[in-house]
Nanobody, 125 residues
Framework: VQLQASGGGLVQAGGSLRLSCTAS????????MGWFRQAPGKEREFVAA????????YYADSVEGQFTISRRNAKNTVYLQMNNLKPEDTAVYYC???????????????????WGQGTLVTVSS
């Protein structure tokens, strides 16, 4: 089982990036999918999560209205569209899969069973 996050890079403040997460050996349609991030010297934090069917999403307050999580189960891929990026969004971004039942808050990293390797997002001021 492997999750692969991609799409990170260097962007100026106010710019946009779209991260992708694909999987091998795992049908993502059976999992709640989440994005987390870890800035230098800080703990990993929740960013967003999406239900199995893609019809429900949950965001951290810090990114609500700025980021959008989506998924295409037919492509076994989950996305994170990040707009109006700020220097404080600089972090390594991780995708993760959880067997959690949607209904409980999906923001606890301990509830996630599989993790990708992370992709670095750097936002310059």
């Amino acid at each position: 089982v492997q999750l692969q996050a991609s799409g990170g890079g260097l962007v100026q403040a106010g710019g946009s990036l779209r991260l992708s997460c694909t999987a091998s050996g795992l049908a993502l349609s059976g999992y709640i999918m989440g994005w987390f991030r870890q800035a230098p010297g800080k703990e990993r934090e929740f960013v967003a999560a999406i239900s199995r069917g893609g019809n429900s999403a949950y965001y951290a307050d810090s990114v609500e209205g700025q980021f959008t999580i989506s998924r295409r189960n037919a492509k076994n891929t989950v996305y994170l569209q990040m707009n109006n990026l700020k220097p404080e969004d600089t972090a390594v971004y991780y995708c993760a899969a959880s067997t959690l039942i949607w209904g409980a808050r999906p923001n606890n990293l301990d509830e996630y069973n599989y993790w990708g390797q992370g992709t670095l997002v750097t936002v310059s001021s």
